[in-house]
């Protein structure tokens, strides 16, 4: 009994306790900020300010509101106007006047109530510039060609003024005019213009002219530089960053010829890697390829693929692409040796070239695009298999490169056949888009005009240049396919000696 009853004395005072703390808990009004407006666009064509304005209820009555800067948190301004208010319209003027080109201004209201409880709201406030000419090009203002061509891209605009006219201007001659029609009202146009350079000196950059007016008769002019480079900067690393944005670290090594002898790519999400290396004949294509899988840098690997590439002898036109696999145990000695075994065959060209017409995997693969982007009498690659069982007859399944600019990916093995088996998806990306392509592509589409949507993924690529021209970037859009892959990118970024 008496236990009981201490037990009960003891629940009663707790009870005391808990009563008195909930009564001594402040009460937390909500402040009431009432903004429709977080995220505002002007443009200064129209505006030289701009009033952040915000209802607030404030019922503890406010001490002082200040508006910080939504970067650093420093103070920008303190207003003491509306001390003491708990309902009313908040205004607070930005100046626009200072502001001359597309900037971006980022404020954090602050207000601290009479109880020192502070609530705070973001505002972002995106300025366009006055309206003028300009474009935003694709490669860059230095550009290294490997033709007596190059293709001016970009995407021009005029703000809330018209385009007028567009001229480019290669050694004194306009290579490239547009002029607007009457009663046409472009504000942004897409440039494609050819532009022929003829024979140009090594080392010496060519400046071609994009000249831009409005109807309010503004006139710009953008400068790319162009020089000639038959040979090009070979990277030490490439970071690429795929649809996952999963950022990959891929190294490639060069011989003295300038021959990709290794081709490294090492996953940081499992700490695996995939070796390639490639190994040359006389005629300087590639004899044989080797793949090797490793759980870990510097760590042992199962097993190991090796690639025959077979050619008619004195030349470079392929007999057959043979396989072999062979094991090995956790120490490194051979385990297991397969038979050779034939992967690509019935090669078929047109008379000694290199051009295929057409091979023979599990099906034949006939008609092999191929194109002269820049009436060079060349044979360039074109096709593009976004999955190796899609390398067969079935048409419906085949895209290709339809569109090129004349700047040499540096990664680009001229004496690799591309008719093997890439053995992963992950290779078979980096090595078309990297191994494959002796030029810059910019356009994939269909091949089969009864192709009926929704699977191939038709990527297109943009590309930036150092300022020596070099491709330091190139970026990868997928304009088709199924929801998952339709709008994906990825991004190979390029690091050269110094």
């Known amino acids: 009994m008496k236990k009981n009853l201490v037990y009960t004395l003891l629940l009663g005072v707790f009870g005391l306790l808990l009563f008195q703390a909930c009564q001594d808990d402040p009460e937390f009004p ?16 129209t505006a030289d300010f701009y009033n952040v304005h915000m209802t607030m209820k404030v019922p503890n009555k406010v001490d002082v509101i200040e508006v910080l800067d939504g970067l650093n948190y420093d103070l920008v301004e303190t207003i003491d106007e509306y001390h003491g208010k708990t309902n009313f319209d908040f205004d607070y003027l930005v100046d626009l006047t200072g502001i001359q080109k597309d900037s971006v201004l980022n404020y954090i209201i602050k207000v601290t109530d009479q109880d020192l409880r502070s ?9 366009k510039g006055f309206s003028f000419p300009e474009i935003k090009l694709v490669g860059g203002t230095d550009v290294a060609v490997a033709a007596p061509a190059y293709v001016v891209k970009g995407t ?62 503004q006139e710009s002019t953008t400068v790319v530089n162009v020089r000639k480079s ?18 990959t670290e891929i190294t490639p090594t060069f011989d003295e010829n300038g021959n990709l002898v290794t081709f490294v790519v090492a996953f940081p999400n499992n700490g695996s890697v995939r070796q390639t290396s490639f190994e040359y004949n006389e005629l300087n294509m590639v004899s044989v390829m080797r793949y090797r899988a490793y759980d870990s840098p510097g760590g042992t ?70 194109s002269d982007p820049f009436n060079l009498g060349e044979y360039v690659y074109g096709e593009y298999f976004q999955s190796q069982s899609y390398i067969g007859s079935n048409t419906v399944r085949r895209q290709h490169r339809e569109d090129y600019d004349p700047v040499l990916i540096p990664t680009y093995i001229e004496g690799l056949p591309p008719h093997h088996d890439a053995l992963t998806g992950s290779n078979l990306t980096v090595f078309q888009d990297l191994l494959y392509s002796k030029y810059i592509m910019t356009k994939t589409v269909a091949t089969d005009p009864a192709y009926p949507g929704g699977y191939l993924t038709q990527p297109s690529y943009t590309y930036e240049t150092d300022e020596d021209g070099n491709i330091s970037s190139i970026n990868k859009l997928y304009t088709d396919g199924s929801y998952q892959t339709k709008g994906d990118t990825e991004i190979f970024t390029f690091f050269y000696a110094e």
Do not use: C
């Open 30 to 45: 909500d402040p009431g900020f009432e903004i429709t407006d977080q995220r505002v666009e002007v443009r200064r064509d």
């Open 119 to 127: 609530f705070n709201r973001g505002i972002r406030i995106s300025v």
């Open 156 to 217: 021009i605009s005029t703000g809330l003024n018209t385009i007028e006219s567009v001229r480019v201007v290669f050694d004194g001659e306009v290579q490239y005019s547009y002029d607007a029609i009457p009663g046409e009202e472009l504000h942004e146009m897409d440039l494609s213009a050819q532009v022929l350079l003829g024979n140009l000196e090594e080392g010496v950059r060519y400046p071609i002219d994009i000249i831009i007016s409005d109807n309010t008769g």
């Open 230 to 247: 038959n040979l090009v900067k070979k990277p030490y690393k490439i970071l690429w960053k795929n649809s996952q944005d999963v950022q």
């Open 301 to 370: 690997f199962p097993r190991e693929n090796v690639f025959y590439f077979n050619y008619i002898p004195g030349t470079k036109q392929l007999e057959t692409i043979t396989e072999q696999e062979f094991g090995y145990d956790e120490n490194g000695n051979l385990s297991s040796e397969s038979a050779v075994s034939t992967q690509s065959s019935q090669f078929v060209y047109e008379g000694e070239s290199t051009k295929v017409l057409s091979f023979r995997r599990s099906s034949t693969v006939s008609d092999v695009y191929y």
